[in-house]
């Protein structure tokens, strides 16, 4: 027999997961259309289809992806404590068991960009799994109308020749940055198809980029009036 909470698919959403669904739906009311509640079911769908066939605590790698966004930084003054407490607040109160909340608690710590730069001080399958799942809804169609979106939200140029994408920024100056919404596919977007951790990740992410090449070649010929 597997560990505990181990398997290779959910067969039914336990008392927790559900819960934590009807918190972050509440929680989540009224947030940026790309950092949503509905952000949050995709990145959740992603990450139970990543997992489906691995050995992994499907609960941990479920509400992972549920708490993953419950309060991101850029919407709170770039303060990346509020999340993690805000988690662990509601999983103390709903008596999750304390190694479950740690480890959660680091899948939130650690699933984020933050410019490329970022080096990760925790490492875990479930962490793997819900990051790719996150980094998947930053890329194809969706990936596209959620980096409008915030570009709207942030009222940002769409594009200006003029400005060059920012590579290779520090952690600060990636959350700082005000750049037109295209230098977001450069300085973000276009990096993520090669740094997905899991297979299954990995081929949906290879098709989500080839899409945004096409949606970038488009957009330029437009640009310039070619077509």
Known sequence: MGKPGYGKVMLKESKIVLATKAFVQQ??????????????????????????????????????ALLHDIADAKFHQGDETVGPQKAQRFLQQQSVEQATIEHVIKIIENISFKGGNFQ????????????????????????IARTFNYGGFKNRKLYDPSISPKLNMTKEEYKKGENPTINHFYEKLLLLKDRMNTKKGKKIAEQRHLFMEEFLKQFYNEWEGLI
């Open 120 to 143: 990760q001080q925790f490492h875990s399958e479930e962490l793997a799994i819900v990051q790719d799942a996150d980094r998947l809804d930053a890329l194809g169609a969706i990936g």
């Open 27 to 64: 929680e989540l009311a009224n947030a940026e259309g790309g950092h949503d509640w509905f952000h949050i079911e995709r990145v959740y769908k992603n990450a139970l289809l990543i997992a489906e066939g691995e050995e992994v605590n499907l609960e941990i790698v479920a509400i992972g």
